[in-house]
């Protein structure tokens, strides 16, 4: 099963506008990270938020932790038609590899 | 050129082949890992090795091998191949001593093998 679940699965926004996607997770984590995919790629490390931060920011995302809701959500503002991917979280327990999440594909209409 | 290069990046074949797929990474990183991606269901890990000696399996290593081969190359295998293992399998990398240690720890991903089974 996976370990984050995101939400939701699909976006459709207008370019300008800001993107939320929220990420959910069953265990206790060392670490949450969020990675991008362009269709068909390889994913791209975007952003990590350790158990112990409750917000990150780098340019225009910014990453939210909640340890006690087991959750995180990632906003993209002011978003481009180049923000078109899928996004993904991933768990870090500590224990072996990160686990991902099932991703959110993000649709910007220019 | 890529820092973590897999081949082939397309591969049809069929049922009951032998399938070799490769990786391998100029990034000087000591762990390696393989992950499968179906539609819907994102990345899910196959197997992953810490160093050159220490191979472990995943969530779903059943029907796959691997082999560490150097610190730098890490190829796995389907001895048998069958249409459900039709996937996006990637390579990735990561550092254990990346600076900020354990907690800071990031993959790094080829650009990914299409393989199809028919």
């Known amino acids: 099963s996976q370990q984050g679940e995101e939400d939701p699965q699909a976006l459709s926004i207008q370019e300008g506008e800001n993107a939320t996607m929220n990420c959910s997770y069953k265990?206790?984590?060392?670490?949450l990270q969020w990675y991008r995919q362009n269709s068909g790629r390889g994913l791209v490390h975007l952003i990590l938020?350790?158990?112990?931060?409750r917000e990150k920011h780098s340019g225009r995302l910014r990453v939210t932790l909640d340890t006690s809701k087991k959750s995180s959500s990632l906003l993209i503002t002011a978003s481009r038609a180049a923000d078109t991917a899928s996004y993904f979280c991933a768990t870090d327990t500590g224990r072996r590899a990160l686990t991902f999440g099932s991703g959110t594909r993000l649709q910007v209409q220019p | 050129d890529a820092d973590v290069t897999q081949t082939p990046r397309n591969r049809i074949t069929k049922t009951g082949k032998r399938i070799m797929l490769e990786c391998s990474q100029t990034k000087g990183h000591d762990r390696m890992y393989w992950y499968r991606q179906d539609p819907g269901l994102g990345l899910r890990l196959i197997y992953y090795s810490f160093d050159v000696k220490d191979i472990n399996k995943g969530e779903i290593s059943d029907g796959y091998s691997v082999s560490r081969q150097a610190q730098a190359k890490f190829s796995l295998s389907l001895e048998s191949a069958i249409p459900n293992q039709t996937a996006l399998y990637f390579c990735?990398?990561?550092?254990?001593?990346?600076?900020?240690?354990?907690?800071?720890?990031?993959?790094?991903f080829g650009s990914g093998t299409q393989l199809s089974v028919l």
């Open positions: 990735a990398t990561s550092d254990s001593a990346a600076r900020g240690g354990a907690s800071n720890e990031k993959l790094f």
């Open positions: 265990t206790s984590i060392n670490n």
């Open positions: 938020i350790r158990s112990n931060e």
